[in-house]
């Protein structure tokens, strides 16, 4: 049903001839995907389910993967795990079509890539951390505090600021 050199390519033309409510579910495991230039993936697994309705087809993905990020605070790599979950039709026409504007193509193929992409970017943290209780930085010399400890103590208070310090005392 997908295309070997491009696995999120999935041939459904079968589909429009089926009854109403005919559903099938389609594992993936793919070890390693590029989608489009700026996201890598490994471990991509999980089922997409397509089902035929009078609009058209259904297509529902329960999906994972893992990813390498830049951890904010030490700035190393580390790996960021994935996990989407959406629903989409692909319309028989433009009488059916939904706020995603996906028609079924008259060959039957439709490319999961795009949508796949999309959703997994928007799972991404913000902010990606290596781990919760990641030390950063030493603002000093710039050792990563998680592997070395250098010795340097983190200012306190800005210097610039003692004489009001010292009117709030009073």
Do not use: W
């Amino acid at each position: 049903m997908s295309d070997a050199r491009s696995p999120l390519r999935l041939n459904l033309g079968f589909f429009i001839h089926q009854t109403i409510g005919y559903s099938r579910d389609l594992p993936f495991d793919i070890p390693q995907i590029r989608l489009e230039s700026d996201l890598d993936l490994e471990a991509l697994n999980g089922t997409v389910r397509v089902t035929r309705t009078p609009q058209g087809l259904l297509v529902q993905a329960k999906l994972h993967a893992t990813t390498f990020v830049e951890c904010v605070r030490c700035l190393s790599d580390c790996a960021q795990e994935l996990q989407v979950d959406f629903s989409e039709l692909y319309a028989f026409n433009s009488r059916s079509v939904t706020e995603s504007n996906l028609i079924l193509p008259e060959d039957g193929k439709i490319d999961l890539e795009p949508l796949l992409r999309e959703y997994m970017l928007l799972s991404m943290p913000i902010k990606p951390l290596c781990r919760p209780d990641c030390k950063g930085l030493c603002p000093v010399c710039g050792e990563n505090l998680n592997q070395v400890d250098c010795g340097h103590t983190a200012e306190t208070e800005d210097p610039r600021f003692s004489n009001l310090k010292s009117l709030l005392d009073q």
